[in-house]
């Protein structure tokens, strides 16, 4: 059984495009995050969003925007989509906020995104 | 504000003799440290946390870490490399909150050579 699932697991596009990748838990967790990692394997966080808020880091450019339909699902959608975009996308769970708990955050298999 | 340091990008051992990754961090508050391990094409796991209890913490696959505070370090270490340890490796603070809350350091490739 797969704790955290993502969709696709490879996604190649052009520039211009508007893309999702959709992301699933089935732990019954109440936060949900997206990270990028970059071509030199830095990992850096995007978005945290619990039933109470999102909060995005301010270096994510607005083409970028998650969106969560219930508790147990956050997509990520991408406007417009530019060459440096290309990454590997990954999903994460946590039962409660990181940084406000100790919680270990689950992380899907990751979405490797290429804009040609 | 809160920031990791891994010290060395990569690290190759024989297979069978120990292995050292080494983590220094800085976070204004107490901080939570874990390890993660990434293999090739996969996701992250949890290799192991440190959350204020025990300094040293038992993971899994054999790996262990000691929290010291004086140092401000938090070293991955292993007795016996196994070639199914290579992978990339992060450690991460959480501390505060926000988008902040977890920072990961940059990694260590670990190679293991036969």
Redesign the interface.
């Known amino acids: 059984d797969t704790a955290v699932s993502q969709t696709p697991k490879y996604l190649v596009t052009q520039m211009g495009n508007d893309k999702s990748i959709k992301c699933e838990q089935n732990l019954g967790h109440d936060t949900m995050y997206w990270y990028k990692q970059d071509s030199k394997k830095f990992l850096k966080i995007m978005f945290s969003y619990n039933n109470k808020e999102l909060i995005i880091n301010e270096t994510v450019p607005n083409r970028f925007s998650p969106k969560s339909p219930d508790k147990a699902h956050l997509n990520l959608h991408i406007n417009s989509l530019e060459l440096g975009d290309s990454a590997v996308y990954f999903c994460a769970s946590s039962q409660r906020l990181a940084g406000t708990s100790t919680d270990t955050q689950y992380f899907g298999p990751g979405t490797r995104l290429t804009v040609l | 504000a809160q920031s990791v340091t891994q010290l060395d990008s990569h690290v190759s051992v024989s297979e069978g003799t120990p292995v050292l990754l080494r983590c220094n961090y800085s976070s204004s508050y107490s901080p ?1 440290l ?1 390890w ?1 391990v ?1 293999h090739p094409n ?5 290799l192991l ?1 440190y ?2 209890a025990a300094t040293l913490v038992k993971g899994i696959n054999g790996f262990e870490a000691e929290f010291k505070k004086s140092e401000t370090s938090f070293h991955l270490t292993k007795p016996s490399a196994h070639m199914s340890d290579a992978a ?1 490796y ?1 450690c991460v603070v ?9 920072t ?1 350091g ?2 260590t ?1 670990l190679i293991i050579q036969p």
Request: glycine share 22%.
């Open positions: 939570s874990f993660y990434q996969k996701g992250l796991q949890l946390k959350t204020s990339e992060f959480s501390s505060g909150g926000g988008a902040d809350g977890l990961f940059k990694g490739h």
